[in-house]
Structure formats: structure tokens, C-alpha cells
């Protein structure tokens, strides 16, 4: 097997993981990471046996790429993501796909005019319990959604330096929300301020209409605790899904009976409760694996360059909404 050749620039936080992932994989032979920061790029190089380069661009004209992810902070994702396109590399980005509606366009005519695969890290696309739950829905136990609710709080990241909690979180959210809906809202609507952080927006509580759907979506970098939960509220039933332990709960309704006794509504109208199966795998991993592949098929990567601007549109909006 030809294995194909990555790198990773920026190897913080994200970008340690990235490497981690391309260094575990078979099918890539992970050439070097770059970052500014000697010491971050050095341990990441050393941890997986790899080359380190502090300029981007010099590992560009050394190494021989075809894929390359980009895991620098949002706003230098386009300078950074443009270079390797231009290059001829496919290339992930992480999201969100760039700060701006401007900067994400001006990626994907690059990726256009240079016929290379762009995809986006929106991980939460590769959970198996997102995935589990698509399914859920589409199998019709739940009915007719009439509402999500999605809580994804915790405390502030420090690194976090360039996006708000709404461009750095909800993100994720919106779009899971667009993919099991299979559509945009058709009205957002936000309340968000800074509480703690001082000088970015650290909440926001943001409702969303699709159709006859709501949609709500609470992010903080004030709870103390992290929580990445979704509910949804249907007419045959209703589910709670665990981000992070990657559990889904359901429980089906019995209210089909009529009545007027207080007694059979409690004892007879007892939701059944059901764990609904989900494989637990690494997001990450099958994130990377699902581009090789797009890369290897020549097919359209699963996170298509205009849910990510989707996704990034709808936080903008949200975004000018509120002070
Ligand atoms: N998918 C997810 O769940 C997820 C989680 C965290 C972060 N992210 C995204 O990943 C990106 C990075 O976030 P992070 O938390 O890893 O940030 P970070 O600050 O921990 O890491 C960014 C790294 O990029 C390096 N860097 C900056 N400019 C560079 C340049 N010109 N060349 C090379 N390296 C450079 C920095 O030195 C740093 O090490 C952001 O876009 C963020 O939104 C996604």
C-alpha cells in the first residue's frame, strides 16, 4: 500500500492530536509538523517520529506532501491554508472553516482554481453517537421533532485568543443541528454577552426556527463543569445524547392511550427506556480516515466546504445579533 504523505501545521492543542492520529494511521506516513513554537513543534516531531520546521513554508519546498492539516489559530487559517492549496495539497482545515464569510471564500476558489479536496474539522460529524442519532431520527421512533436542545459549557480555554464562544463553539452544534435536520434555520436568534472573560463573548443562548423545529444551543466558557449534551423532543418519543461518553438514551412514549384516571397516566403512560447502540470510536481518527479516502476515491469529502460556510454563517449572524 502507498502510503500518502501529511503534515501538520500548528501543533497546539488540536494540532498534537492531528499528528497523533496521522502517526497511528496506516495508510500515512506523517513527513513533519510545523509551528512557530520551537518547543511545542520539537516535542510533537520527537513524539512521532517526525521532521519539525518552525517556517511553513520552508517544510513546503522540502517535504513532498498530499495532505496537510492546517491547525493554526482561525484567523491565520487562511494565509496558512491558501499557501498548501496553492501547492497542490489536499488540505483540512480545522474549524471553523476562517473568521470570515471573505477569508472562506477566497479558500474555497483557491481549492477550485488548484483541484485540490478542502474539508473542515467539524469533528462532531464523525461521533458515532451523532451518527447513531441521524439514524434514530431517520428510522422515525422519535416521530416529528419538534425541538433540540443542546448544552455545550465549560470553563474558559486559555489558548482561545482569536474567536468568541459563539465562532469556537456553537459552531460544532449548528452544524450537527443543519445535518439532522437536513436544512438551514430559517430565523436565529440570540441573547450573549461576557460574563468572566472580559474582552470576548464567553455565552450565548441561541434559538434557531427550522420550520416547525426550535432549536437551542447554550455555550459558555463560565459553567464549571463541561457538559456537551443534546435532547430531542419528539412526537413518538424523546432522546438524550452524550457528546463526550457518546450514549444515547431513549425513551419511547406511551401516552397513546386515552384516559382520565391519574393512576393509569402515571402507571400506563411510563416511558419504555432504551440505550441505543453506539460503537464508541476516536472522531479524530475517523475524521482523517473519511478524507484519505475522499482524497483516494476522488469523492466529495463528508464535510463539504459549504456546510462548514453554513455553519459559519449562521454563528456570524447570531453573532451581530447580540452586543
Ligand atoms: N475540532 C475541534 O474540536 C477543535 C478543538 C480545538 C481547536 N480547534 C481548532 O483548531 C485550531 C487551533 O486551535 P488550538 O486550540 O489547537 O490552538 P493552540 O493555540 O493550542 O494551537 C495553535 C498552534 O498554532 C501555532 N501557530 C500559530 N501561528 C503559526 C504559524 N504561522 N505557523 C505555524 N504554527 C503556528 C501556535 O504556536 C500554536 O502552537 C483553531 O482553528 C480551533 O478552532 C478545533
Known sequence: MTKLKAAVIGTGNMGFFHAKNYFELDEIELVAVADIDKEKGEKTAKEFNCKFYSDYKELAEKEKLDIVSIVVPTKKHKEVAIFFIEKGINTLIEKPIAGTIEDAEEIIK?????????????????????????????SGRLGEINSIIVRRVGIYPPQIKDANVIIDLAVHDIDIINYLLERLPDKVSANSGKAVTGNKKDYADIFMKYGKTSAVVQVNWITPVKIRKMNITGSKGYAEMDYITQEITMFESNCNIETDSFKDFVVKFAPSEEKIAVEKEQPLKKELVSFIKSIKEGSEPEVTTKQAVDALKIALEVDSKTE
Open 110 to 138: 483557491a481549492s477550485e482554481k488548484n483541484k485540490v479536496k478542502l474539508t473542515i474539522g467539524h469533528i462532531e460529524r464523525f461521533n458515532p453517537a451523532v451518527i447513531a442519532l441521524k439514524k434514530l431520527i431517520k
